[in-house]
């Protein structure tokens, strides 16, 4: 039973365009959640998280927006550059950090110059 | 300050092989995840330890066993080697519920 779905496993963007990955949840008592990017052959990288009360985060060219009625998130990149293609993963944790990490399984993002 | 590092990098074993690997996390950090990437399954948890405890376990046979020693670094051990173990094994370290996990570049296991 996967708790944390990213339904699109390739995404091609346009250099300079906007980049939408999109993750759902299951788990209602997920309280955190959190963007990862990873390179080939290179351990996974914090990118941006939000907490359940809040529903927009930004930081630099990425913004996350959480919809919990939907237990849906996104991640915006703005403008997409091509050293932002990667495999990006959503993740979740509930019960304040007592219970593990729970991701999903990646967008590969690729970005076309 | 130094990151999560895991050693070896890169590991072939065979079938049937036993196998440690090994993960020193950011000093001060107490929790040390480990999760198995494998093409299509994304990260999948093994199981956490904290203060020397193992606080979670992830869904795998009891061939994967893992310990934290009293300066937080931590072991996994997989005991008879299948060929679908092979997967890059990552290791993570946090400083606690808000900080997000810290991931080492991984050891890249391959059975044959």
């Known amino acids: 039973d996967q708790q944390v779905k990213q339904n699109s496993p390739s995404l091609s963007v346009q250099e300079g365009r906007i980049s939408i990955l999109n993750c759902d949840y299951t788990n209602s008592m997920f309280d955190y959640f959190l963007w990862y990017k990873k390179y080939p052959a290179e351990g996974p990288t914090f990118l941006i998280s939000?907490?359940?009360?809040?529903d927009k985060n930004e930081d630099g060219r990425f913004t996350v927006f959480l919809n919990k009625s939907a237990k849906h998130l996104s991640l915006h990149i703005v403008p997409s550059q091509p050293g932002d293609s990667a495999v990006y993963f959503c993740?979740?944790?509930?019960?304040?950090?007592?219970?593990?990490?729970?991701f999903g399984k990646g967008t590969r993002l690729s970005v076309i110059a | 300050k130094a990151g999560v590092t895991q050693t070896p990098r890169y590991l072939i074993k065979t079938r049937g092989q036993q196998v440690t690997l090994s993960c020193s996390p950011i000093?001060?950090?107490?929790?040390v995840s480990w999760y198995q990437q494998t093409p299509g399954q994304g990260l999948q948890f093994l199981f956490e330890?904290?203060?020397?405890?193992?606080?979670n376990k992830g869904n795998f046979p009891g061939r994967f066993s893992g310990r934290q020693f009293s300066n937080s670094r931590s072991e996994m051990n997989v005991s008879t080697l299948e060929l679908g173990d092979s997967a890059l094994y990552l290791c993570a370290s946090s400083a606690g519920h808000g900080a997000g996990y810290t991931f080492g570049s991984g050891t890249r296991l391959t059975v044959v």
């Open positions: 939000i907490s359940s009360i809040k």
């Open positions: 993740a979740a944790w509930g019960d304040s950090g007592n219970t593990p990490l729970v």
């Open positions: 330890y904290f203060s020397e405890t193992q606080r």
């Open positions: 000093s001060g950090h107490r929790s």
